[in-house]
């Protein structure tokens, strides 16, 4: 199992304040693999916020970062990628994540969700609509997007990270 998992890199999709950074940063500390927070990849090259990106650029043009990210990994094996909540809402992504590892899918209920995002300032998606019926009606809209990209799913309600990680590691 070793040998495949380096060969692939791991891919974590789900939606904002689903964990995907947290269990990012814990899983590539525990497998020795190399991280990329797709956020953040996308503020350095672009030299400004995801928040300024959107009120700058738009949504579109955010969304052929993304794009364009999964394509320059294309190049790369053993990474653990945290993707950002938006990327398998596109056909091509969701192509682009499957051939290049694994995909997990983390999720949360609404309300845990909330709970995590609430104070959050930088997601322009939730601006103004901070509020656990628009976090819920926006996962349901995105919930077969996921599931479709989705190698593997884990609920990380009310999980301590390490079980987090246990888990994903025995499903992978
Ligand atoms: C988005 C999620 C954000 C960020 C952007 C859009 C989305 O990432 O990419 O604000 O469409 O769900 P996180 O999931 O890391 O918050």
């Known amino acids: 199992q070793a040998k495949t998992l380096f060969d692939k890199n791991i891919l ?4 904002m304040g689903a964990g995907k950074s947290t269990v990012s940063a814990k899983l590539s500390e ?3 693999m190399e991280i990329m ?3 953040a990849h996308i503020q350095e090259k672009e030299g400004m916020s995801i928040k300024e990106i959107f009120a700058v650029n738009g949504e579109e043009y955010f969304r052929n970062c993304e794009s364009n990210t999964l394509i320059e990994l294309r190049e790369k094996k053993h990474m653990v990628v945290s993707c950002g909540g938006g990327v398998p809402l596109r056909e091509k992504n969701v192509e682009l994540m499957k051939n290049s590892g694994y995909v997990v899918w983390l999720t949360a209920t609404p309300e845990a969700i909330y709970d995590r995002v609430k104070d959050s300032t930088e ?3 939730l601006n ?3 509020n656990v019926p628009f976090i819920q009606n926006l996962m349901e809209s ?3 997007k996921y599931e479709r990209a989705a190698d ?3 609920d990380t309600t009310g999980k301590e990270i390490e079980s987090i990680c246990e888990e994903l590691l ?3």
């Open 128 to 130: 103004g609509n901070m």
């Open 30 to 32: 525990l497998l020795a």
């Open 170 to 172: 025995q499903k992978l």
């Open 123 to 125: 997601r322009p998606l």
């Open 37 to 39: 927070e797709m956020d």
């Open 12 to 15: 974590l999709i789900g939606f």
């Open 152 to 154: 593997i799913v884990i």
């Open 142 to 144: 995105r919930r077969e």
